[in-house]
């Protein structure tokens, strides 16, 4: 079965400070999203990438899919608190795999310190 | 435009009482649904997760068992609650193809067991 593994898996930044969470999979990736949680909350889907290479950013985040499709980073830019929260990977098995929830890594909690 | 309800919102049970959580999906039609369970300080574990009515594939064994009587509605449901049980229990739908799985999520049910 495959596996995501997230790093850090705690992170604590000084408001303005750059940051980035890597999400390293077991196996091929067919499809890798990225969800932000608030404590108690739901999650909030982010980006979802595809391609070997992509590349997505939305305000100040941005997320990347490595060409061998194992790996995917996020990037937060001059972070703010908002930003604060925990931050999951996951994948979707593949079609031929007929897996069709998701595998979710075990979460990075950011916390942004003003 | 879709919406996922879930409820209670949260859930203080003695061990060994009966657990009901409902999750009804708006404004699509004959979507997956998935019930996940998030473990404090873990990531998220698929429970069960379903194509259609009356049909429920689950993904670890356990004391509870999912159902889907109507097409947007999904219900997590235990005879008898273990200490283990507690958790924060997340429903959330995506529409086929599943090569592009996105998945949308509820706010979430925070069961403790007591």
């Known amino acids: 079965s495959q596996e995501l593994e997230q790093s850090p898996q705690s992170l604590i930044v000084q408001e303005g400070k750059n940051l980035t969470i890597n999400c390293t999979s077991s196996?091929?990736?067919?499809?890798l999203y990225w969800y932000k949680q608030k404590y108690g909350e739901g999650l909030i889907f982010l980006m979802m990438l595809q391609k070997g290479g992509e590349e997505k950013s939305h305000e100040k985040i941005t997320a990347k899919l490595d060409e061998k499709k194992q790996q995917s980073s996020l990037h937060i830019t001059a972070s703010q608190p908002s930003h604060a929260g925990i931050y999951l990977c996951?994948?979707?098995?593949?079609?031929?795999?007929?897996?069709?929830?998701?595998?979710f890594g075990s979460g990075t909690r950011l916390q942004v310190q003003p | 435009s879709q919406t996922i309800h879930q409820w209670p919102a949260t859930l203080v049970q003695p061990v060994g009482s009966p657990l009901s959580l409902e999750c009804t999906v708006e404004g699509t039609s004959n979507p997956n649904l998935y019930w996940y369970r998030q473990a404090a300080g873990r990531g998220l574990q698929l429970l069960f997760y379903?194509?259609?009515?009356?049909?429920i594939s689950s993904e670890v064994p356990q004391n509870l068992s999912a159902s889907r009587p109507q097409d947007r509605q999904f219900i997590l449901s235990s005879k008898k609650l273990l200490l283990s049980d507690s958790g924060f229990y997340l429903c959330?739908?995506?529409?086929?193809?599943?090569?592009?799985?996105?998945?949308?999520f509820g706010p979430g049910t925070r069961l403790t067991v007591l």
């Open positions: 996951g994948a979707g098995g593949g079609v031929d795999t007929g897996r069709r929830a998701l595998t």
């Open positions: 959330a739908w995506s529409v086929p193809p599943e090569h592009n799985n996105e998945q949308f």
């Open positions: 196996k091929t990736l067919y499809g």
């Open positions: 379903s194509v259609g009515i009356g049909q």
